[in-house]
């Protein structure tokens, strides 16, 4: 009998030492006489057994958060050990596919238990590992590619209220980006619109480079966070292939009301807006695995939902932090009609001045000093108070502004490239 077969024999024959559930709480199951490591899952129940990943551990037992419906399950249900943490496919296979929060395809699409199963969680790339960000990653949008170039390996911020084309910038990006892949990751998005963003907005050209991963609002906080951290573990795969990806999660602020919801049910006090320590600690854990590497890069582009339009909520300043550059989506411009709704004065890109040339820089600042000139002296003109020669800078501005918003103005379906998006610059301010 060979060696691998004979390991086997055994495994299937050792005994199984099971658990119990103690206590069925809100979110939270209580399992005792079972031994597992934080992070690790486990099979509730014998008939249709329901996955919970560990949360937290103690003397008295283990603190566990299912990953599925608690309906049905009761004190005394038995607990079995899965042998590890949850793993997720990975391979080339994947471009084209929409898997849920854990992993699973949710297309129709053929099975995906052949591909190299691999970890979520990973450790960052060590910081001086990391090649420096010196060239520009072409995104299709003007807006974006001429006043806040990104750079391939940046990792940007998209900050906006609700309705105001966060979405719609990203399937702009995905379907005009230069990257080799796309990763899109929709966390806590209405379970209506997901169909609609694959087959309206992305289409089937978008979609035909892409790996999308969805957890609708309904599905559990632990499915919803474990979406971030699935999507950026296939990212990572196609990084560590020598490919350039572009990493897009829609939302990260709901990825961080997912770990509230978890650290609560855990026994985590409430600290910011009631938000744990821990969602404090996971939001630089996972910005930080996107970047450059020795092989690859992930370019990421994190939507970030804040409350109220109010661009200092706890998420949205602490990102910030994190993140090289951020996008503000105003509310003012999508009431008017103006899409993508980007306000290129409130926006910034930290490396800009790594993936660009110096009268590449020139023009765009050119064009932000003509924009400020006509946002001082827009009420002025709109009730006629304003004196021609008063601001030479705005005179321009005023002339130009039918152009100018046709740069930055961008139908959904339309792509520019980057030499074009430069070349439209030059012709608009000189």
């Not at 608690?70 to 898997?99: I, K, S, Y």
């Not at 990212?235 to 490919?243: L, S, T």
Request: overall charge negative; hydrophobic content about 45%; charged content about 25%.
């Amino acid at each position: 009998m060979s060696t691998d077969v004979r390991a086997r024999a055994l495994a299937a024959i050792a005994p199984q030492r099971l658990g119990l559930v103690a206590e069925v709480l809100g979110l939270r199951l209580r399992v005792t006489g079972l031994s597992a490591a934080v992070g690790d899952l486990v099979a509730v129940g014998e008939a249709v057994p329901v996955l919970a990943e560990v949360a937290a551990s103690d003397p008295a037992g283990l603190t566990c958060l299912p990953l599925g419906s608690t309906t049905g399950l009761r004190v005394g249900d038995a607990v079995r050990h899965t042998g590890g943490p949850l793993l997720v496919p990975v391979g080339d296979e994947l471009r084209g596919r929409v898997l849920d929060g854990l992993g699973r395809p949710v297309d129709g699409g053929p099975s995906l238990a052949h591909l190299r199963q691999v970890e979520v969680t990973q450790a960052a790339p060590a910081a001086l590992s990391r090649p420096r960000i010196d060239h520009q990653l072409g995104l299709g949008v003007r807006a974006l590619d001429a006043l806040i170039p990104c750079g391939r390996g940046q990792r940007i911020g998209i900050m906006a209220g609700s309705g105001v084309g966060k979405s719609s910038l990203l399937s702009m990006v995905a379907r005009g980006t230069d990257a080799e892949v796309s990763v899109i990751a929709l966390v806590g998005e209405r379970g209506r619109e997901v169909r609609e963003f694959i087959e309206n907005d992305l289409g089937p050209a978008g979609l035909a480079r892409s790996v999308v991963v969805v957890a609708t609002s309904d599905a559990p906080p632990v499915e919803r966070l474990r979406a971030a951290g699935v999507a950026t573990r296939i990212a990572e795969h196609f990084r560590d292939a020598g490919k350039h990806v572009v990493l897009m999660m829609d939302s990260l602020t709901r990825v961080a009301m997912a770990q509230r919801e978890i650290g609560l049910s855990a026994g985590e006090p409430p600290a910011t807006r009631g938000y744990p320590p821990s969602v404090f600690t996971l939001l630089p854990q996972l910005l930080e695995r996107a970047g450059t590497s020795a092989t690859g890069s992930i370019t990421g582009l994190y939507t970030v939902l804040v409350e109220g339009d109010d661009m200092q909520d706890p998420i949205g300043d602490t990102a910030r932090s994190i993140l090289d550059g951020h996008v503000v989506l105003s509310r003012r411009l999508a009431t008017s009609g103006h899409f993508p709704s980007i306000d290129v004065l409130e926006s910034v890109s930290r490396v800009e001045r790594a993936v660009t040339r110096h009268e590449e820089r020139a023009d765009a600042t050119r064009l932000r000093r003509l924009l400020a000139a006509h946002r001082s002296v827009r009420e002025l003109v709109e009730i006629g108070a304003y004196v021609p020669g008063a601001d030479p800078d705005a005179d321009v501005a005023i002339a130009r502004m039918p152009a100018i918003d046709a740069f930055l103005r961008q139908d959904m379906d339309e792509s520019t490239g980057t030499a074009d998006t430069w070349q439209r610059l030059r012709e608009l301010v000189a």
